[in-house]
């Protein structure tokens, strides 16, 4: 049985009417789709930003609700419109790092605090400082800094901030939303290195949405091109991004710049 399991999920929304009596109309945001992700797998979602990539992961976590279709992790059903509090077994199941670490930090939060949020809120039990500064550590920071600000830490430290922020209660899935993106090339390669050793010693089960290519290949089994809510394609890192099947991803593949070398 599949890990994560969705069926016939899909998501529309009401456009706003421009005039008093202009009939309703929608906008399908995720067409119907089906998803299985096995335990242990890393998988890349592509395409251009509109194509329901996010609303996908969003689905999925039981951060909106699907306008039909079903999701399930590990056998159970994730019931969006169900009370925060009953989706608590979802969010001890899950972590996810955003975009910008800069935004999804509290900046009037140390970083100990910060980490250390998902065991209060999710009322799991030990020594909670002993396990902030185990984390730390584990994404490469001095455990000593637990007691610093936002502010006083580099771009590349605020995101390893959230990464351990994600992975402090130990979730069996991690999902990254362009975590990667909003970091110069230095500092992305870092955390690259860092996603694939947690991957491997934590047994993680990885959902990345990403636009850059380069990051699915190096981290992701698994790919899937959605293009205007659709999943246009999908298959192995290599079978997808080396002998694309799909126009589409042919073009989305095309698009990515590539430097000449020198005296070309």
Not at 3 to 11: C, M
Not at 64 to 76: F, K, L, N, Q, Y
Not at 133 to 151: C, I, M, N, S
Request: net charge neutral; aromatic share 4%.
């Amino acid at each position: 049985m599949s890990l994560i399991e969705a069926r016939g999920l899909s998501r529309d929304f009401v456009v706003p009417k421009r005039a008093a009596f202009e009939r309703t109309r929608h906008q399908t945001a995720l067409a119907p789709t089906d998803l299985d992700v096995q335990a242990g797998a890393a998988l890349g979602i592509i395409g251009e930003s509109g194509s329901g990539k996010s609303t996908l992961v969003r689905l999925l976590l039981g951060l909106d609700r699907p306008s039909a279709g079903t999701v399930e992790i590990d056998g159970r059903a994730v019931d969006a419109s169900a009370p925060a509090r009953s989706l608590h077994w979802l969010r001890r199941e899950t972590g996810l790092v955003f975009q910008d670490p800069y935004a999804s930090l509290d900046p009037r939060m140390t970083a100990g605090r910060i980490i250390g949020e998902p065991l209060w809120a999710l009322g799991i039990e030990g020594d909670r400082r002993a396990r902030v500064r185990e984390v730390l550590a584990q994404v490469g920071l001095d455990p000593e800094t637990a007691e610093r600000y936002p502010h006083e830490f580099s771009g590349g430290q605020r995101q390893r901030i959230a990464l351990a922020r994600a992975i402090v209660h130990r979730p069996r899935i991690l999902v990254g939303d362009e975590p990667l993106s909003a970091l110069d090339v230095t500092v992305r390669a870092q955390i690259l290195d860092l996603l694939i050793e947690l991957r491997r010693t934590s047994e993680l089960t990885l959902l990345l949405v990403s636009h850059d290519i380069g990051v699915v290949q190096n981290l992701c089994d698994t790919v899937v091109v959605m293009k205007d809510g659709h999943v246009v394609e999908r298959g192995t890192t290599d079978e997808v991004l080396q002998r694309p099947t799909q126009e589409y991803t042919k073009a989305l593949l095309a698009a990515i710049p590539v430097i000449p070398a020198r005296g070309e």
